[in-house]
Structure formats: C-alpha cells, structure tokens
C-alpha cells in the first residue's frame, strides 16, 4: 500500500484515527466527572473531516475494483461529514450533562465511518460490511438513554427490524450472485435481467435499502424509534442514515440494476405514492413532535423516490441536491427540538406554542425548517422539491408528479400548523428558552444559511449535476 | 435605458424589508415608517422616468420590448436555464407604475393610519417585502422568476392578512388565503414545467416567439389528449388555473372576502390593487400564446371571468361588511379583466387585451382609493357594519367626496375613469360574444347598484343614533388626506390617457367604439344608482327619519317609499332572497365546504389507518413481509 493509497482511503483513515484516540482518552481520562473539554476537540476533529475532503483529490480503486473514490463518492461523504458535524455540535448541550458522553460520539463516528465504506464500495461484500457497521451501532445509540424505557424499547425494536431486513437484504445479493456468478458491481452490469427470480433478488435487496430508507411498507419502525430515541440519535437517523442510504442505493440501482429497469421503475413508482401519501396522512394527526417529524421524514423519502425514478443524468443530481437541502432543513428543526427538550424535557407539538415570544431566535429556525420541508419558495427546499419533480416530469412521469404535488399541498396545512403554533401566545406556564450553547447557535446559524442560499446559489446544482451519472 | 434604475426600482423595497426587519428595534417606529416611505418613493420616481424613456421612443406607433439586462441564475438539463432579468414593454411599465404609485399612496396613508400599532416597523418591513416581490413579478423576463415573485407575494400576503397575530380569525384567513393560493399555484408550477418542455425554453419572450405565432405549433405534432386538447393546452390552462387563484376566481375566490382580515392599507395595496391582479398579468404576459395556440383556453378564460364578475357582483349586494362589499366588488371587477382578455379565444380579438390592461391600471386607482376612505370611515365608527353608519357627509365632507369620486369611477359614469376602460371592454365584448356581454352588461348594473348602496349608507342614511353615538370629530390628518386626493384626481383623470396609444397588441388595429353600447352601459349604471338612491338615500323604515324629511318634500318622499317598497319586495323576496341568497349558499356551503371536504376526508382516512401503527414489532415485519410480497407480485404480473 503506497502513499496515494493511503490518499485515497484518508476519509476512513482519518475517522479511525478518531476512533482509536476516543478509545485511548477513555482509557486514560477519569471516569467520575464529565468530560467536557473532549467534546470540544471532537468537533474540531469533525471540522478536519469535511476539509479532508476537499483538500486532496486523488480517485482511484483500491483492492482490485472492490473499493472506489471519484470526485462524486467524495461530494457525498463530505454532504454526510457536513451533516455529522451539524450534529455533533447540536448534541453538545445534550452530553455535557453525563459521564460516558464520548462513548455517544465514538458509536456516532463508527457509524459515519460504516457509512464512508458503505459508499466507496464496489463490490457487495465490502457494501455489506459497511450497511451493518452503518446499522449495528445505530440500535446502541438509539437505546442510549439506558434511564428511560422508551429508549431501551426502540433500541430493541431497532435491532430486531435491523437484523430482519439485513437478512432479506442478504438473501436478495446471494440471488444476484446466483444469476452473476460474480459480487463485483462493475462486471453485475453484464447480468441479463429476466424472469422472477431477478425481480425476487431486486426486490429483496430493495427492501433491505427501504428499512433504512423508512419507505412504505418498510417503515414501521420508524415512529416509534424516532420518538424512543434521544433527539440527537434521531436527528442522525433521519437525515445522515438516510442521505448515505440513498447515496449507494443510487449507485447499485443504476449501475447493477441500470439494465433492469422496466420493473424498478414500477416498484419505485408503487413505493412513492404510498410511502408520500402514507407519510403525510400520518403526520396530520401527530401530537408529538417526534413521531410528527418521523413521518414527515417518511414522506421525504418518497419524493427522493421519485427524483430517482427517471434514471437520467438530472435525476441524480437532483437527489443529491434535494439531499444537500434536506440535510440542512431537517437538522435546522431537530436542533430547535433539542434545545427545548433539553431544557423542559418535553417534545410535544403544542410545547412549541409562543416560541417565537419565548425565543425569536429558535422560533424563526424554526419556522424557516418548516418553509423549507414544505417546499415553500423561495427556501433551499423548495428548489430541492422543484428539480425532483422536474427530474419526474422530463421522462413523463405526469401522474406520480400530479399525486406528488397534490401531496405537497396536503403537507403545507400540517407544516404551516406548526408555523401558526409557533406565532400564538405562550400559555402563562411556559417559560423563556435560552438557545443554547454558542455551538449550539453556530449549527443553527449554519442551517439558516444553508436554507437561505442553497436555492440561490445556481452553480451549486451545475456541479451536483455534473459529477452526476444516470443508467 | 438605464439598468441601474431598473434594478433599483425592487432594490430599494427590498432593502427597506431587510434594513426594518432586521434592525426595527434600533431604528424606531418613526424612522421605520419615513424610510420605507422614502425609498418607495424614489422607486416611483425612477418608475415614472422609465416610463417616460420608453413611451418617449416608438417605432411606427409600436414600442418594442426592451430587455436591459438578463443574466443566468440557475441552469438545468440542456438548455432550460433560469435567467433572472427585467424585460420593459408596454404592460410591465404600466405595472410599474401601478405598484409603485399604490404603494406609495399606502406607504404614506399608513404613517398616519398605523399610528401607535405596536409591530410598526414590521408592518413597514412587511409592505417593502410584498412590493420588492410583486416588482419582481411584473419585472420577470422569464417565466420561473415569474414563479419566484409570484411565490414571495404569496408568502408577504400571507404575512399581512395575519399581521393582527393574536387574532384568530386573522392567523385563521391568512393560513386559508396561503393554501388556497399554494393550491392554484401548484398547477401554475406543473403548468409551467409542462409549457417549458414544449416551448423549450423558460424565456417568456422565447416562449412566444416559439408558441406564439399564428401556426407556430402546427410542426410540433402534439397530438390531442383528452377532449382534443393538445397537452400545450392543458398546460396552458394549469398556468391560468394558478392566475386564478391569486385573482381570486370562481371557484378559488373564497381567501379573498376572509383576507380582509389584515389592515385596511394592506387590503387596498394587495387584495385590490396589485397582487390580486397578477393572474390577470399573467394571461396577459403569455398572451400571444394563448391567442395562437389554445383559443379554446381563452373562451374558457372568457366564461370563467364573466361568471365571476356576475356572481361577485350579486353577493355583494346582500353584503353589510363594507370591507367585504369591496372586496366581492374586486373580485367582481377581476372578472372584468379576465373575461376581456378570454374574449381573443372568438375571432382573435384583440382589442380586449388593451381595455383589460386598461381596466386594471383604472381600477387600480379608484379601489385603492375606496379601500383607503373605508379605513378612515372604519377608524371612525369603528365598526365595519354599514348598519352601524350613515350621515357622514356632514362629518367627514372630504371623505364624502373623494368616496363619491371612486363610486362614481367604478360605476362607469362619464367622466370619470372606469367609464373608459368599461366602455372599451363591453366593445369588444359585443364584437366577440353577445352572450358575455350581456353578463358584463348586467355586472356593470350591479355594479352601480352595490356601489351606491354603499356609498348612500355611509354618507347619507340618516340614521337614528348616528348623531349620539359618533359625536366626536372625525380624526383627519394629511398623510391620510394627500393620498386620498392624490388618487381621487387619478381616478377622475385616469380615463383620458389614450391607453390604446400605449398598450396595444397590434398597432395597426383600429379602437371601435360603437355608440350603443356606449349608451347602454351608461344607462344600465345611471339605473343602478337611481336604483341605489330610491333604497337607499333615507332610512324609510325610522319613523325619525321620516319626519325629518317631511316637509315640501313629502309628497317626493311619499313616492320614494311607495317605489321603495316595490323595490324592496322585488329585491329582498325575489332577487335576494331567491337568487342571490342561494348563491351565496352555494358559495359558503358547497364551494367553500368541498374544500373543507376534503381536509376532512385526509383526517379521516389518517384516523382509520392510524391502527396500522400499534407498536407491535411482529405485527411489524408482517406488515414488511406483505408488503413486499405484494410488491412481488404486482412487479412480476407486469
């Protein structure tokens, strides 16, 4: 292994160096006070991360084709560094207020570095072994509330769903193998699709991506592990996990299944309009701000269906864009959520009420994370939302675009409802909030940017859409 | 042309948004107030200069579009790119100073008329968002940046019809006003992407130089979808959905009457004057197109307006809430417009496109100016029941003119401005459509009718306790007063510009004006306001009032009541109470309870599918397994 190697792998390098340092500061620092200054470094380390990326530019495949970076692959693990540092830094109000606090921050990173694998992989077994370091870990951060019940349950839940989907998803990539003779993504592209037993590998191997993805029918397990998990581990779910979910599915869907897709683009069809309307029809009703934002994140995942569906060059980017967005938007509101359940301790949507008297801050970040997950304009979400459907409509999709937007309408009277909440009067009871700390605030200022001037910054798609690749 | 001054036109609003919204604390109410003030003034001066460069230079009595700048903003796929840039022609300097000159005027009413409102500054950086975005609107030289004002005028009118936060019914008509508005817009946007992919291009004046020829979509080959409409004509008629809904159209009209929830200014500058016309501007704009290539979209157009106009017109005779009265009467005159521009779908008619333009920059004036005299009558009352007024004219001798000016300009009474554009509308109606022209006829009645009505219970009526309970003096103040005069002279004067000199679809077409038609607008509005007069100059039912009245005159007033009652039975029995309550059911009931409808049925059906999420895990992977055995077979059965 030569230096430019190394070059290539210094993401992963870099975040297992995190990890070892984590692991040696454990060993070495006390256990009986709460180690705050570490927190602090860790953030900087993260910072380091999303530099890394931009910073050298070396691709290549290592391990005869089994690992690969491009400058694409290196766009989308900077877009989860970004996200993890965001959440990193909004989780430090949170672990400041308990002992073993680094030990969240190394399952975090573990995890973000399950991920990096997962996305460089060009072959499944590498792919496999970074979906479960991407998966494992996340049960243990779920039940990371050991005190509270709720946490314990849906860190089970968890692990159970996780397992079951992971062995469906394990089934359907010894199908594949089965019709290949070969694990290698490049060499799957000469496979002849036909028959029932490629639509059982496809479908299998889908269903292990739609667990992760939250897509209906595979997304039950969702609200009650949003609502059992910490804020922190929930926002990371929701956004990071999802986003890298959507990075390799994008790549194994056009790349290993590009030929194949008369019957994906069927599945997928079926996938979107119930995962959009299932979602929605969920989140009109919910009480609590979790579970609210769960099913709003269910029926996100739809339209990034729905972008993917026409295959094309402008689908992807628009994925990738939309996730760019998403990422910013959906943080920008689980960091609000953070700030007020660590301070009351409570997550319900009418805990919202007079926030924007309570804190003008918080209650304007808020507001603008629902503008923008509503797709209102002239947010960053609203762009996202337009070249998904534009993506949809170029290829003729008209009436999955038709029931997509008749959706957005349905999602703006439960997004807006929470704006209103935020403007009424707060109950005598309700007392101020103050935002946090300073690295709290730097996130959400972060997000605010990122929802203002992502949409306006139009040479931003140009790129997202020129390391782009469709079938 | 100058593209600085362009720019600066939205600039300055825009800064005034930022600079008020972001340090209004600091810079004080006062401050606040005399900067947005300042800087919508300068936009209109420098609106007013560009109007003057441009109509300065003709060619062959034509003014060609001019497009100062434009440069790339976004870019997608091959060659759909979003430019962001100012395109001057006819209709979009017209604009200019239809948005300008009405900010302005409530920009220095409401100095005076939001006096002492806790939110001032707010309030000021509100109106500067709301004309920053509807500049940009009128501006747009490309059909997605169009999009983007269009979208920012929805968000700023949402903000101020909610501006009183703390009451329900306000943050209750804001929200509706915002989704009904999102729901007309959603077709806008898949109107737009479906018009672009043919027309290859988001450029407007590419679009119409691509679709908007005669014959220009023979070689496209679109074929027919359904009812034989090509798919340009379905997206066309997306994009005209999306206009009706911001212009409060039949039946995306019911934000309209709840958006007079916000401050009375607020309801002049943008639920008379500027935004709720942007549908109107939006046919407009793409004119050529749906003049060429979906006529059958225009006569659509032409009946969705001239409804509209007809049954707004209707209700707001029964109407009490004077702010509503306007507000139905807008909606009424909306229709006006639109049905004058749908009138190119019979013969390709053009005239209509020139008296809709006209019709809108009148109309502009003389509503703003009834919107801004009922904020100063409601600050006096306060009430917004025309029961609870009457007699005012002794009080308020100015407001008493100024109101009678705007009534009569409405009702198309010579001189005054809507005569004119009414005139020349009801023309072309009588050219294209005998049909729509006896509803634009029977609308222009009404219309005088309503007016009247409103007008004689505000300022005449003499009722019983008005002496008692309003005895103080009205509170008159000149940032009030100015713009009031200012627009009472506009809406005396307006009618004379020669409008088809300056906005024309074809120079070399000729204005006819037939002498009949003429006469009988006129007639029908002089009998709408006898009408008005025999009803309602007296309140004949006050024994008071009638003794006040006796006198020489007795033997006048005896017949007034006698004709009165004849009136009143024919009205209330049989107009009112037979046609125009029954409307007015169909429109709260049915219209507004579909929409009501279906947010129930989403409840529901989201109440019954709630059980499928029990917290069960085996229940769980069941429901995974199902689900993907079902995909299985429906993916296999293909």
Known sequence: MNISDILILRQEFFLFGILILLLLYKLVASNSSINRGIIFGINILMAINIIMGFLNTSYGNLFGGMFQSNATIVLEKNLLAIGTLIICMQASDWTNTFKNNVEYYFILIATLLGMDIMISSGHFTIFYIGFELASLPLAALVSFNKAEKSSAEAGIKMILMSGFSSCILLFGISLLYGLSGTLLFDKMVAIHFDGSLSVLAFLFIFAGFGFKLSIVPFHLWTADVYEGAPINVTSFLSVISKSATVFIFLTILYKVFGSFNTTWIYALSLTTVFSITIGNLFALRQTNLKRFLAFSSIAQAGFILLGMISGSNLAMGSVLYFIFIYIFSNLAAFGVLGILHHQNGKDSILDLSGLYKRNPFLGIVMVLAMLSLAGVPPTAGFFGKFFLLNSAMSKGYYLITAIAVLNMIISLYYYLRIVRIIFTDATEEQSLITAGSWLGKLSLVFCIIGIIAIGFIGDLFEYFNYLSFGI | ?638
């Open chain 2, 1 to 638: 042309m100058n593209s600085l001054s362009i720019i600066l036109i939205p600039a300055l609003p825009l800064a005034v948004f930022v600079l008020n919204g972001l340090f209004g604390k600091v810079i004080g109410n006062k401050l606040a107030g005399i900067l947005g003030t300042l800087c919508i003034a300068i936009s209109f001066v420098l609106s007013l200069s560009i109007a003057y460069t441009f109509f300065a230079v003709s060619k062959d009595g034509a003014y060609p579009a001019q497009i100062p700048f434009k440069f790339d903003w976004l870019q997608f796929g091959k060659g759909i790119n979003v430019q962001l840039g100012a395109i001057i022609d006819g209709i979009s300097v017209m604009m200019l100073i239809v948005v300008t000159l009405i900010s302005l005027m409530v920009h220095i009413f409401s100095l005076s008329y939001m006096h002492g409102e806790k939110r001032f500054a707010t309030y000021y950086a509100f109106l500067g968002l709301f004309t920053f975005s509807m500049l940009l609107l009128v501006l747009s030289v490309n059909i997605f940046q169009m999009y983007m004002g269009w979208e920012l005028v929805g968000v700023s009118s949402f903000l101020l019809i909610g501006f009183y936060y703390d009451k329900p019914s306000a943050v209750a008509a804001a929200k509706k006003a915002f989704i009904v508005t999102r729901f007309a817009d959603m077709f806008f946007l898949v109107g737009i992407l479906i018009v672009s992919s043919i027309g290859g291009s988001l450029d407007i004046p590419t679009l119409i130089q691509n679709l908007g020829q005669a014959g220009a979509i023979d070689h496209l080959h679109l074929g027919t979808t359904f009812i034989g409409w090509s798919s340009l004509s379905t997206g066309l008629l997306f994009i005209f959905i999306g206009g009706a809904g911001k212009s409060a159209l039949f039946p995306l009209h019911i934000w309209l009457p709840d958006a007079m929830e916000g401050p009375t200014p607020v309801s002049a500058l943008i639920h008379a004057a500027t935004m709720v016309v942007a549908g109107v501007y939006l046919v407009a704009r793409l004119f050529p197109i749906y003049l060429f290539s979906a006529p059958e979209i225009l006569r659509i157009i032409a009946y969705a307006g001239a409804f509209t106009s007809l049954f707004a017109a209707i209700i707001a005779c029964t109407q009490f809430d004077i702010k509503r009265v306007l507000a139905y009467s807008t909606m009424s005159q909306i229709g006006y417009m639109i049905f004058s521009l749908g009138l190119g779908g019979w013969n390709q008619n053009v005239h209509g496109y020139t008296a809709s333009m006209f019709h809108l920059f009148t109309h502009a004036i003389f509503k703003a100016l009834l919107f801004l005299s009922a904020g100063v009558v409601i600050h006096y009352v306060h009430s917004n029941d025309m029961r609870d007024m009457g007699a005012l004219r002794k009080k308020m001798p100015f407001l008493n003119i100024v109101f009678l000016i705007a009534c009569l300009a409405i009702a198309g009474i010579p001189p005054f401005a809507g005569f004119f554009s009414k005139e020349m509308i009801l023309n072309t109606a009588w050219e294209a459509n005998g049909f729509i022209f006896i509803l634009g006829v029977l609308t222009a009645g009404l219309t005088a009718f309503y007016m009247f009505r409103l007008y004689l219970s505000i300022f005449w009526r003499d009722a019983i306790n008005s002496e008692d309970k309003h005895n103080s003096h009205p509170h008159s103040s000149w940032l009030e007063n100015l713009p009031l005069g200012i627009l009472a002279i506009g809406a005396m004067m307006a009618g004379f510009i020669p409008f088809a000199k300056f906005i024309n679809f074809d120079v070399h077409i000729d204005e006819t004006s037939n002498f009949s038609v003429t006469a009988i607008a006129i007639a029908m509005a002089i009998s709408g306001i006898l009408l008005a007069l025999f009803m309602y100059k007296s309140d004949s039912d006050r024994p008071r009032t009638m003794v006040s009245s006796l006198g020489s005159l007795y033997q006048i007033i005896y017949k007034k009541f006698y004709i009165d009652e004849v009136y009143l039975f024919f009205t209330k029995s049989i107009v009112f109470n037979s046609i125009a309550k029954p409307i007015q059911w169909i429109d709260k009931n049915i219209v507004d309870g579909f929409m009501q409808l279906t947010a129930n049925f989403s409840l529901f059906l989201s109440r019954k599918i709630r059980g499928m999420q029990s917290g069960n895990l085996q229940y769980y992977m069941m429901f995974f397994m199902a689900g993907l055995l079902l995909l299985f077979i429906l993916c296999i059965s293909i």
